[in-house]
């Protein structure tokens, strides 16, 4: 390489990336004419960057809304808790492109766990499996009340949790499933083994959801909060 010219590409203080050039043809070195040229290209490419970013942002705020409109219509409208859940799941996936979601509750007896909901990757084979609580991930949100996540959950030594049983999942987070009398259950996100990893934001997305269920009792049908 015997010539070079590179500049940041910036918009609002903020350096998306770098554009370089190299080997100018026709001469030995770039010219200030080309600095000049360069200088501008990048500047709009931060611009255009920028703007997607703040309408990909904006789409995701609106899918969010939605969600929320959603679930909470049919919390105020008396729906049944499986139909709710079955919109938390679906919401949820959506808001974080998951290959899988799961809504993990006790079973009628409180003996076990089942999974309650599932949408997506295996959904008919995962949908009502009971588990033991003991020994696997949700029972340990619905204990401590704080998620977990994973880069690999097939690795994971709690294989009673049958998400981990399947074997082809890799990402996923677990986050606890809220109600007016507490944490009851898990809200769970996977994707496949070698898919992109869930952020601090989509575990943040995924536990508002989960905040959204308000379940008084999850034999009950959703209720809305009591007016303070």
Same mark, same amino acid.
């Given at each position: 390489?015997?010539? @070079?010219?590179?500049?940041?590409?910036?918009?609002?203080? $903020?350096?998306?990336?770098?554009?370089?050039?190299?080997?100018?043809?026709?001469?030995?070195?770039?010219?200030?004419?080309?600095?000049?040229?360069?200088?501008v290209l990048a500047s709009q490419a931060g611009v255009a960057i920028h703007?997607?970013?703040?309408?990909?942002?904006?789409?995701?705020?609106?899918?969010?809304?939605?969600?929320?409109?959603?679930?909470?219509?049919?919390?105020?409208?008396?729906?049944?808790?499986?139909?709710?859940?079955?919109?938390?799941?679906?919401?949820?996936?959506?808001?974080?492109?998951? =290959?899988?979601?799961?809504?993990?509750?006790?079973?009628?007896?409180?003996?076990?766990?089942?999974?309650?909901?599932?949408?997506?990757?295996?959904?008919?084979?995962?949908?009502?499996?009971? @588990?033991?609580?003991?020994?696997?991930?949700?029972?340990?949100?619905?204990?401590?009340?704080?998620? $977990?996540?994973?880069? =690999?959950?097939?690795?994971?030594?709690?294989?009673?949790?049958?998400?981990?049983?399947?074997?082809?999942?890799?990402?996923?987070?677990?986050?606890?499933?809220?109600?007016?009398?507490?944490?009851?259950?898990?809200?769970?996100?996977?994707?496949?083994?070698?898919?992109?990893?869930?952020?601090? $934001?989509?575990?943040?997305?995924?536990?508002?959801?989960?905040?959204?269920?308000?379940?008084?009792?999850? =034999?009950?049908?959703?209720?809305?909060?009591?007016?303070?």
């Amino acid at each position: 390489m015997r010539s @070079f010219l590179g500049a940041p590409i910036v918009a609002r203080g $903020e350096v998306f990336g770098d554009i370089y050039l190299t080997e100018k043809l026709g001469a030995a070195e770039f010219s200030e004419e080309d600095e000049r040229s360069i200088l501008v290209l990048a500047s709009q490419a931060g611009v255009a960057i920028h703007n997607a970013r703040l309408y990909e942002e904006t789409r995701r705020r609106e899918r969010w809304l939605d969600a929320v409109r959603d679930i909470t219509n049919a919390v105020l409208s008396g729906t049944g808790s499986d139909e709710a859940l079955v919109l938390i799941a679906s919401r949820a996936r959506d808001l974080v492109a998951a =290959d899988l979601t799961t809504v993990v509750i006790p079973d009628p007896d409180g003996n076990e766990l089942v999974i309650q909901v599932a949408d997506g990757d295996h959904a008919d084979v995962l949908t009502g499996r009971g @588990f033991s609580a003991e020994g696997s991930i949700s029972g340990a949100v619905v204990l401590s009340g704080r998620p $977990e996540v994973f880069e =690999d959950v097939s690795t994971d030594a709690r294989a009673s949790q049958p998400v981990v049983e399947l074997g082809d999942m890799g990402p996923a987070a677990f986050v606890p499933l809220a109600g007016h009398r507490g944490v009851f259950g898990t809200l769970a996100a996977a994707n496949r083994r070698g898919g992109p990893p869930f952020s601090k $934001e989509s575990v943040h997305v995924l536990e508002a959801v989960g905040g959204q269920a308000a379940l008084p009792d999850v =034999d009950d049908p959703l209720e809305p909060p009591a007016p303070d």
